[in-house]
């Protein structure tokens, strides 16, 4: 079965003034055409929508919290694999070679450089 069988269109035509009230309330509630309608004849379409936007924005604000978490774990172990990082310079003259341990690292954000 075609979308257009299960969906069909309807028109109509308003005055001016009516339509602009019609597409102020439109805007206002931030529903569609059809949401209108539906609530017309009783459909609660606003707190479904209501419940979608709300889930959106959940999902959102999780998305958010997790990429700050994930970045605050990464800083984390990079800080903690270069702690136990060890560099080796040999001495050119000698061929001593140094131990150089990295210990206490601080971030420092740009803006305090």
Same mark, same amino acid.
């Given at each position: 079965?075609?979308?257009?069988? !299960?969906?069909?269109? #309807?028109?109509?035509?308003?005055?001016?003034? !009516?339509?602009?009230?019609?597409?102020?309330? *439109?805007?206002?509630r931030?529903?569609? +055409?059809?949401?209108?309608?539906?609530e017309?004849? /009783?459909?609660?379409? &606003?707190?479904?929508?209501? &419940?979608?936007?709300? +889930?959106?924005? /959940?999902?959102?604000?999780?998305?958010?919290?997790?990429?700050?978490?994930?970045?605050?774990?990464?800083? @984390?172990? !990079? *800080?903690?694999?270069? @702690?136990?990082? @060890?560099?080796?310079?040999? =001495?050119?003259? =000698?061929?001593?070679?140094? /131990?150089? +341990?990295?210990?206490? #690292?601080?971030?420092?954000?740009?803006?305090?450089?």
């Amino acid at each position: 079965m075609r979308y257009d069988e !299960t969906h069909p269109t #309807i028109s109509f035509r308003l005055d001016f003034s !009516t339509k602009a009230r019609l597409a102020e309330y *439109i805007r206002q509630r931030k529903i569609s +055409y059809a949401d209108f309608i539906k609530e017309s004849l /009783g459909v609660k379409v &606003a707190e479904e929508k209501l &419940a979608e936007d709300r +889930y959106a924005q /959940g999902y959102e604000d999780g998305c958010v919290d997790g990429q700050e978490y994930g970045y605050r774990q990464g800083e @984390e172990k !990079t *800080i903690a694999g270069i @702690e136990r990082m @060890e560099i080796t310079p040999k =001495c050119p003259r =000698c061929g001593y070679v140094f /131990g150089i +341990y990295l210990r206490n #690292i601080k971030r420092i954000d740009a803006d305090e450089t």
